[in-house]
């Protein structure tokens, strides 16, 4: 079976996870330490704070910058639930403006048009792996005095012009999930290189504790631990190596779906590294199977596939019943309606790719 996640473990990890048992440190010690500076130092952003898990870390990102009751935050509604819930957290709403549907990434023209006094900062995600246009975004920041916040779980080496997201905006967050470009079983990180965000991170992370039992403000538990850095430390060693191998698998992928009618590979933007966490591909009536079919078809097959996303959030449960719709967002619900996401990752073969594009080629 070519299952649409698998991570590559047990090379460094093991001799990781053991020097930690060994020293009997587990919980958040030097080794968070060492893979903070290890992170901060690869993204290219002066602070980087180790954190639970990524909806963990985009929370503490969302109080770092002062986000409260009142204040609107604009990102996508074609996400993860945590990119908007990390904005009710704060008891604030969360703002949505379509999406440009080649990219699947937040357009920064719907954007303005959802800017209001209450707006406190806009919320791209660098959905699949491929950077959001990070210089509109950037540029409206500026002009509206707005807080940017990437949201990078899904995007760890990808570069915009260049330069890794996260060290663009004002914070950046990276979720470690185990699906994830690299892994600490849960784990995330805030990176940032303001000082003064990077303190209050810290302070969110660990219950609001400037010095041992000195609580300055509502915090949490949501350190890291020795073991999750450990097995992040040898996985950060291999991302680079994982990433190109997953922009070869999209290549080959995309070389083949380009001459299949009906089916529309992912659209890579210029000037940007897109790290392929997800193969995300459309499928259109002129095609002669229904998404449905097709994904049973690969199934039989034995090639594991997904949806990133049936459900647009804004028309989520709880989105609707807190007075949320779906009206406006006629692109992110074409994608939600069309998308599925095929088998990308660095353990996908030149063999899996040709079974997945003789499948294809009905
Ligand atoms: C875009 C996005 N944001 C945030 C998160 C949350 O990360 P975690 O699962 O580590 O809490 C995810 C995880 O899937 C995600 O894809």
């Known amino acids: 079976m070519v299952h649409i996640a698998n991570p590559i473990l ?9 020097e930690v048992l060994d020293s009997g440190m587990l919980a958040q010690g030097e080794v968070v330490a060492d893979f903070e500076e290890e992170f901060a130092d690869y993204v290219g952003a002066s602070y980087a704070k180790a954190i ?20 609107e935050v604009i990102t996508s509604p074609f996400s993860f639930i945590a990119s908007a819930n990390c904005v009710l957290f704060q008891g604030a709403r969360p703002v949505f403006a379509d999406i440009r549907k080649e990219t699947f990434n937040l357009d920064p023209d719907k954007v303005q048009e959802k800017i209001t006094d209450d707006t406190k900062a806009i919320l791209p995600i660098h959905l699949f792996g491929q950077p959001a246009d990070m210089k509109a975004f950037k540029d409206i920041a500026e002009d509206h005095d707005l807080f940017l ?11 915009f012009d260049g330069r890794k997201v996260g060290s663009i905006g004002d914070i950046g967050t990276f979720s470690f999930y185990p699906t994830k470009n690299m892994t600490t079983g849960e784990g995330g990180m805030v990176v940032t290189d303001e000082e003064e965000l990077s303190e209050k991170a810290d302070l969110v992370r660990d219950h609001g504790q400037s010095e041992k039992y000195s609580h300055d403000v509502l915090g949490y538990n949501f ?3 020795n073991i999750a850095a450990a097995i992040g430390r040898a996985q950060l060693d291999r991302l680079e190596e994982w990433n190109e191998k997953r922009i070869d698998n999209a290549e080959k992928l995309s070389s083949g779906i380009k001459d299949i009618e009906g089916l529309v590979a992912p659209k890579v933007e210029d000037d940007v590294k897109h790290v392929f966490h997800q193969y995300v591909i459309k499928v259109e009536e002129e095609y002669p199977l229904d998404r449905e079919e097709l994904r049973e078809r690969l199934h039989e ?5 997904a949806i990133h996303y049936p459900k647009i959030i804004p028309e989520q449960p709880l989105y609707k019943e807190n007075g949320f719709s779906g009206d406006g967002y006629e692109n992110a619900k074409e994608c939600a309606e069309k998308v599925f996401s095929l088998p990308i990752h660095p353990k996908v073969s030149e063999s899996d790719i040709r079974k997945m594009l003789n499948i294809l080629e009905v």
């Not at 639970?52 to 204040?71: F, R, S, W």
């Not at 916040?149 to 570069?159: L, P, Y």
Request: hydrophobic share 40%; charged share 30%.
């Open 301 to 305: 097959n034995d090639i594991g596939t």
């Open 52 to 71: 639970a898990n990524g909806t963990a870390a985009l929370d503490v990102a969302m109080k770092a910058i002062g986000v409260k009751e009142g204040d």
């Open 10 to 18: 047990k090379n460094g990890e093991l001799e990781g996870i053991k």
């Open 149 to 159: 916040v990437e949201d990078c779980a899904q995007a760890h080496g990808a570069e």
């Open 223 to 225: 350190r890291m631990t």
